[in-house]
């Protein structure tokens, strides 16, 4: 090849490596350019997310402080755009978008649930980024089985204070309601309906025919009466009060012991089945019999204990009503707690402030008495005091009380509880959110 060839070829060489360089160099800057531009939108997209953050937390915080019960309709009297208009912060704009829709109409009680969709977006921008809150808005006579964390009690503070000053815990999902309340109670009709007795308002000579006991308007003499009806137990009758009542479960089997004085009768059964066990006397045959798992004492529960391993069966439903106090000596635990499983109440604690017979006041309280941190699968519905001492102590269940005394730690999940007992207990023509959820819905567009 001659020399000449060569320099054509070298400068060729050259040439290309001019170009390539050349090109290699703009892609380069066009690819800077690029990193450059997302980086700044993810940087504007998480800035959004802050921005969506904070109004998400003080949409909450207002509903917290907000009373339901100023507004005819809060559905829509409240929760609209005139209470919550746009509101800009910084390059930052934020829209509420509202809709409603009915979870459960009744006769005289409904349920809705609130959505509000959040959107924040830049001024000047396409990019948005948007969450929806959702809360549930409990109107008309409001059964104590919905509700979450309610203190009767007219305080001068807001909920929150009140029971962060008793060392009370409860979700962020929970809206607290503490205030005075107007309550009516059912307890004549749910001793009627419980005994399986047609009067309205049961009286000694009904109850006494009802247990074949001899004809008379006389109290009904101490003891444990089983409620039997066409092959079920309906419910267990306490006359006076209990020393104890022990909770036990396994292998199936539900089990609760009833102690006075020097008698101690057990109750063994399985949830749902005709399948019960009876040490007592005074009741016809009940072996094969469905127990409906509802227990009420014409007095006070001196001790509510665990015995063994679990108390509870994962299906268990129990119901313990008293016209007197409560004290919870143990934990009450369900079976398989160390799996992670949801802790649902299998327990429902109501107290009664007055004589089931005679309407005199009673001390209604429900006291916790336990030694160390301890979990109690139960719903608490108190006509008195929730008192709890110097340990903590976690109620998987929700809370109606008349005070809170606590020197200790008391932790509410507030989980609702399916029990009949609290649907005669009610707060009539009231209104109160509960449940505040929030779904994040990451969008945006591109610039």
Request: charge should be negative.
């Amino acid at each position: 090849m001659s020399r000449r060839g060569n320099i054509v070829i070298s400068l060729l060489f050259v040439l290309l490596l001019s170009i390539s360089g050349l090109a290699l160099l703009t892609h380069s800057n066009l690819h800077v350019k690029i990193i450059a531009a997302r980086k700044g939108k993810w940087q504007a997209a998480a800035a959004l997310g802050q921005a969506l953050l904070l109004d998400l937390h003080r949409y909450r915080e207002k509903l917290a402080a907000a009373d339901m019960n100023a507004y005819g309709a809060p559905e829509s009297d409240y929760f609209n755009n005139a209470t919550f208009p746009e509101q800009a912060a910084g390059d930052c704009l934020s829209r509420h978008h509202f809709s409603c829709h009915i979870l459960r109409a009744g006769e005289d009680f409904c349920r809705m649930r609130v959505l509000n969709r959040i959107e924040v977006q830049k001024n000047g921008s396409r990019l948005l980024v948007a969450g929806q809150a959702g809360v549930d808005l409990l109107k008309g006579n409001i059964p104590a089985g919905e509700f979450g964390v309610v203190v009767n009690k007219d305080i001068d503070e807001s909920p929150a204070a009140y029971l962060a000053g008793r060392g009370v815990e409860y979700p962020g999902a929970q809206l607290p309601l503490v205030g005075k309340l107007a309550v009516a109670s059912e307890t004549g009709r749910l001793l009627a309906e419980t005994l399986r007795l047609n009067d309205p308002v049961p009286a000694w000579r009904q109850i006494r025919e009802k247990f074949n006991l001899e004809p008379s308007d006389a109290p009904v003499p101490p003891g444990i009466y089983l409620v039997q009806d066409e092959g079920t137990v309906a419910a267990v009758f306490v006359e006076g009060d209990l020393q104890k009542l022990e909770f036990n479960a396994g292998s199936g089997w539900q089990s609760i012991v009833f102690s006075r004085d020097v008698q101690r009768d057990e109750l063994k059964y399985q949830p749902g089945l005709a399948a019960m066990t009876w040490s007592g006397g005074g009741a016809l045959a009940v072996g094969g019999s469905l127990f409906a798992e509802k227990i009420i004492v014409h007095g006070s529960v001196w001790s509510i204990e665990q015995t063994g391993t679990a108390a509870f069966l994962p299906v268990s439903r129990i119901e313990l009503l008293a016209c007197g106090q409560m004290v919870v000596r143990s934990g009450l635990e369900c079976e398989n707690l160390s799996l992670g499983k949801e802790k649902f109440p299998r327990l429902l604690l109501m107290t009664s402030s007055r004589d089931f017979f005679s309407s005199e006041a009673v001390n209604a309280d429900i006291v916790l008495d336990t030694l160390g941190a301890k979990t109690v699968q139960a719903q608490v519905i108190a006509a008195g005091t929730l008192v709890n001492g110097n340990d903590q102590v976690e109620i998987t269940g929700g809370l109606y009380a008349h005070d809170i005394q606590n020197s200790g730690r008391l932790q509410f999940d507030a989980f609702a509880g399916p029990f009949a007992f609290s649907q005669y207990l009610r707060l009539p023509d009231c209104k109160f959110l509960k449940n505040f959820r929030v779904h994040f819905i990451q969008e945006g567009a591109d610039e």
